[in-house]
């Protein structure tokens, strides 16, 4: 990652506004782009902006903009749908036909000073929030599309393996929907303590997890299991935490382009797999949900300046500082 000069952004036009970008969160996909050179089956079209978790302020409005004017806050959804195809027009936008992300496939992302999307894109945040805080609006997006997707009943038992970002905001969001049990695993201490903070009500090594729900639910197994970690023996954990026929939800992405699966534990079972693409138009409630501190914002650890977003990527790869969540801040 270097800091360079581009050229001046262009002026928005008609349905367009251009965002000043205060500050840009750094997602575990980032790290994949950063680390790995792609995702998946997916390479890297260098040279590449990264950044899809932004926060800022409109400059500049184009022409038939009417609800949003300049000096307004907003956070960016990064998805640029067409609004038309039989996705978008069903409610499940994530799956646009011909979306394109911003951050991936030639599509620059958002550790930029300035960026003109459009007005669709803008969604607006209240002043209560800082723009640090507002990063989280996009990841938190993603988990309530997951819910969307597996509702909670009261008295769930939910079991999630990587306490990363993604890991212990499905955490909170567990806690907020009436969980009664939510156990978390992840390999480092200080992202065990922080997962606690965020909502969990029990957080271990993984080769604790499962014996861990177990006893928590007399052998019965969790009603929801959510691997947030993409790894052999995450899955394997999850699996063998679960209950029959429970529900078991990949959100993690995995580093290897074929990542085995027990299929033999899960069809045991009779598991329900499910995976997630993104989140679906789900802004306005992880906005509010963080405003009124249904969900916390404990996991911002660190801020460092664009110039620094190379060191920043350093310090998540590694896990050193204690850090949880990194914000880039830009203007």
């Known amino acids: 990652m270097e800091l360079v000069e581009v050229p001046?952004?262009?002026?928005?036009?008609?349905?367009?506004?251009?965002?000043?970008?205060?500050?840009?969160?750094?997602?575990?996909?980032?790290?994949?782009?950063?680390?790995?050179?792609?995702?998946?089956?997916?390479?890297?079209?260098?040279?590449?902006?990264?950044?899809?978790?932004?926060?800022?302020?409109?400059?500049?409005?184009?022409?038939?903009?009417?609800?949003?004017?300049?000096?307004?806050?907003?956070?960016?959804?990064?998805?640029?749908?067409?609004?038309?195809?039989?996705?978008?027009?069903?409610?499940?936008?994530?799956?646009?036909?011909?979306?394109?992300?911003?951050?991936?496939?030639?599509?620059?992302?958002?550790?930029?000073?300035?960026?003109?999307?459009?007005?669709?894109?803008?969604?607006?945040?209240?002043?209560?929030?800082?723009?640090?805080?507002?990063?989280?609006?996009?990841?938190?997006?993603?988990?309530?599309?997951?819910?969307e997707l597996h509702p909670l009943n009261p008295g769930d038992v939910v079991a999630i393996t990587g306490s990363g970002p993604i890991g212990m905001l499905a955490a909170a969001v567990a806690r907020a929907r009436g969980a009664s049990q939510i156990v978390i695993a992840d390999p480092r201490p200080h992202r065990r303590e922080m997962a606690v903070k965020m909502g969990a009500t029990a957080a271990v090594e993984l080769d604790r997890f499962v014996s861990t729900v177990l006893d928590l639910t007399r052998g019965r197994g969790a009603d929801l299991v959510i691997d947030a970690a993409a790894k052999r023996d995450s899955l394997r954990a999850c699996f063998g935490a679960a209950r029959k026929a429970a529900e078991c939800i990949l959100i993690g992405i995995p580093s290897e382009s074929n990542l085995p699966v027990d299929l033999h534990t899960a069809m045991a079972k009779e598991l329900r797999i499910q995976t997630i693409f993104r989140s679906n138009h789900n802004a306005a409630e992880a906005t509010a949900m963080l405003?009124?501190?249904?969900?916390?914002?404990?996991?911002?650890?660190?801020?460092?300046?664009?110039?620094?977003?190379?060191?920043?990527?350093?310090?998540?790869?590694?896990?050193?500082?204690?850090?949880?969540?990194?914000?880039?801040?830009?203007?």
């Open 8 to 147: 001046e952004e262009r002026e928005p036009e008609a349905g367009e506004v251009m965002v000043k970008i205060c500050s840009c969160g750094i997602c575990g996909s980032d790290l994949h782009w950063w680390g790995e050179g792609g995702v998946g089956e997916r390479k890297a079209p260098y040279p590449m902006v990264l950044g899809h978790e932004p926060a800022g302020e409109i400059v500049a409005v184009g022409r038939g903009v009417t609800h949003l004017r300049s000096g307004d806050r907003v956070a960016i959804e990064p998805a640029l749908t067409c609004g038309k195809c039989e996705f978008c027009t069903s409610g499940r936008a994530n799956l646009c036909l011909t979306s394109r992300f911003m951050s991936s496939g030639g599509i620059w992302g958002l550790f930029r000073e300035y960026a003109t999307i459009p007005v669709a894109n803008a969604d607006p945040i209240p002043d209560s929030l800082t723009y640090d805080q507002a990063t989280l609006i996009e990841p938190l997006s993603v988990i309530l599309h997951l819910y």
């Open 291 to 331: 405003a009124n501190a249904t969900i916390s914002h404990q996991l911002l650890t660190h801020r460092l300046p664009l110039a620094q977003t190379q060191a920043a990527f350093e310090m998540l790869e590694g896990y050193h500082d204690g850090c949880g969540k990194i914000v880039i801040g830009i203007n």
